[in-house]
């Protein structure tokens, strides 16, 4: 069974739509899918129908911005129902965080004589969800700057010209909406926030504490340390290991859909007790 638990659509910051998302992971022969879109479970349900005309297992999930000891992480959720009042409300805050984010990002652009990027990056969204890839993406068409990586060093990244700080929900709330959904909380690729072993481990400590369930043992691309390094996290702190690409769309080509290294045969997977769960019953 090839699994892919870390995806994103353009309902939030991937290029394709779900069912091509879920077309082409089929086509790389994924046999189990989550589509996990920043703060938004917008895409699920046109996922859910193109998995199951793919034949291909579905898991709804979605990746929740969360700001912890002041620094952005994030912690995805699978196996939610994203009908859950309490998700949906928590969702729904972050969505207007974003909003307002947005417009503050477009102050500080109009500041260095950038025009309209609030619509610009609106018109590159493909749903309600503004993200700063979107604005990334605006500032490289407007030929601002020449690349995606380049619009986020110069304009979007913390301490660059138009970055604009948001809190988004705490580790707490983030894990008790994923929990009230029915879903399991995950530490979405725990290595790339750069923190210290120390900082890490506390960290992993704070959400086992609320409820936590496990950590992107396996992420795209991930060295043999790195993974060694999680999976050494995962049995300090008895989670289970979960494994996702983060894939975006085409324009990273050296992330594809199913491109994962094994989980270390000594980690617990994610899906351990997920056998005869049912697309259907998951979507
Ligand atoms: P946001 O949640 O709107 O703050 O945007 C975060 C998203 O931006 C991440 O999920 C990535 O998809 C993307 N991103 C963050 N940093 C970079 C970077 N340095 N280069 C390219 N994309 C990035
Ligand atoms: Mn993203
Ligand atoms: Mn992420
Ligand atoms: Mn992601």
Redesign the pocket.
Known sequence: MRYDLHLHSHYS?GMLTPTALVELAHAKGVNVLALTD?DCTDGLAEAAAAARTADIQFVPGVEI?VTWQDI?IHIVGLGIRADDETLMHGLARLAAA?HERARDIARRLEKRKIHAAYEGAARLAGGTIL???HF?RFLVQEGYVAN??QA??QYL?RGAAAYAPVRWATLEEAVSWIRSAGGQAIIAHPTRYKFSNGKLRKLLADFKACGGAGIEVICAGQTPEVTARCAALVREFELLASVGSDY?GPNTPWIEPGRLAALPAECTPVWQHWQGVTPAAMS
């Open positions: 910051d920043h911005s952005t974003r993200g700063r890839t990334a995606i990586g986020f060093k990244l975006h």
